[in-house]
């Protein structure tokens, strides 16, 4: 097996591989060259190659929500190294295992006018579980010819090194550093950063491994629930007739069936539940903003729960958090191993732990329901805003709203949907989607710049189907995503082109005004066919409803590429249909 001849890389990928490592994204660069050579030679790692960087991690990220386990993203020095911060920042809020591989200068060659050369160390620190900055392998100067002579005051610091004989102990920092950035990622659920400089030269092979590095573990953090918090949330349970359980992004079955069926026979829980939480029971509350946009404040009033236990990752609707920032609850527990956000300024209890253990150690102790109507009276309120909703779609034209209905509505049993972000996640909260997919969407930082990069090394790592519906500036923001030679011919892409940024006309603006249409809609007249002709991807098109339903017959059946259906809807229509709907439903 051929191996970097440099040890700091051998060392790397010999603790990569003995934690378990498999899926390496590598950007191409020179510098990173002793770790390109090391991960492409050894049959263990997948290794991809993506040009671009934030397309790279962004990948990456998606990789690793479908595994659970780390990703490594390798990459050369500078700025290359920057392009990975909005997927690091999305790992670090959503709680996705990624790893930073990026080679370095050594330190004597940074800040003197170098090229390709940044201050690299700590560069992700306000979003990162851990950052390793390693040392540079002593160099044996007998081994450096005289064109490669070493600055005197670097040759005199490496001689006083070996004399001390240190480069015993840089191996064993480097080992110790390596290892804790991995075990951070792998325990902590998040992104950490390993900086690697590498001195030249870097292209020298060997097939013989110098160094065998020892893995070291960290023990995982015990949750036991502490007993007096557990009677105290007992106590205010008792008291309370009405709760409202909020659930945020979940991955698919990740509470146990059991304790879901308790909640959901409890007359005196609401269980509200988002797009992106993968929870379905006949009792839960899909669809949060249907239910509760067009309530009066007298309304609102009789919805105020005394208890909120909230689990899971960011809320996506806006509506709820405004309603229980106003009407704060007594009492908030957020349930979670590692943080509690105090999302309504009402925080009262963060139970570290896991939510099936809390429920394991809370629910059996309930021992009798309180009475209540809260139930009963939210059940009502539901079924009339389901029958309204089918009215309304009876009534309206073409628009974003009617495409969202067909298109949720036709996609595959037991397949997965990841979608975009802004319009596209707000509009699928607003339908009760088919209790067999798997939903994701990144919503760590709601951005749109990586979504299409998610969902494409989401559909590489599953073994399922992947569609991905996005709205049109997401996709042509994050268009290189398509420059991937790894995207399966099951993966599906629909883009709702409405011809600009349409979220932005259902927000407070002077709308249908020069500066407005510009600056904050953005309008354009892009279209996806081109990307289509070059990426090899089969391109659909729709204009109306009977083309979308037509074309949606045989849009998943299997192919010999990739297929993409770009859906135009009326720009200056859709945030009527939208805002009217909610007039509609009341």
Known sequence: MIHSKIPLAQTVIQLCKLKQIKHIVISPGSRNAPLTIGFTNDDYFNCYSIVDERCAAFFALGIAQQTKNIVAVVCTSGSALLNYYPAISEAFYSDIPLVVLSADRPKHLINIGDGQTINQKNVFQNHILYSANLKLDIKDESNVSQKEELPIFKNLENKLERMLGLQKGIQTFNETEINKALNFAKLKKGP??????????????????TVTPKVESIESKS??????????????????????????????NAIEKQWLEILADDDSVLVFTETTSNLHHPNFFPSIDKMIAP?????????????????????????????????????????????????????????????????AAFLPKITHITKSSYLEDWTSVKKHRERKHSQYLDAISFSDFKSFHHILKAIPNKTILQLGNSSTVRYAQLFNLNSTLNVFCNRGTSGIDGSTSTAI????????????????????????ALWNNYIPNDFRIIVINNQGGGIFRILPGHKNTDNFDYFFETTHQLTAFQLCDMYNFEY???????????????????????????????????DSVLLDYFDFIK
């Open 192 to 209: 950490t950063h390993i900086n690697i400089p590498f001195d030249e030269p870097l292209y020298d092979t060997t097939d013989v491994l």
């Open 457 to 480: 090394g989401c559909a590489v790592a599953a073994n399922k189907q992947t569609t991905f519906i996005t709205g049109d500036l997401s996709f042509f923001y994050d268009s290189n």
């Open 223 to 252: 949750f036991k629930i502490n007993d007096a918090e557990l009677n105290d949330c007992i106590d205010q349970w008792y008291v309370a007739k009405r709760k409202l359980i909020l659930v945020g992004v979940l991955e698919p």
């Open 295 to 359: 309530l009066s404040e007298e309304v609102f009033k009789s919805l105020k729960p005394e208890i909120v236990i909230t689990f899971g990752g960011m809320i996506v609707s806006k509506k709820i958090k405004a309603f229980l920032r106003q009407h704060k609850p007594m009492h908030h527990w957020h349930i979670d191993e590692k943080k509690a956000y105090d999302t309504f300024f009402s925080l009262t209890k963060h139970i570290e732990t896991s939510p099936n253990n809390f429920f």
């Open 540 to 574: 659909f098109k729709a204009s109306n409803e009977a083309d979308v339903i037509e074309t949606l017959t045989d849009f998943f059946t299997i192919s010999n590429s990739p297929k993409l259906l770009e859906v135009f809807t009326p720009r200056t229509e859709n």
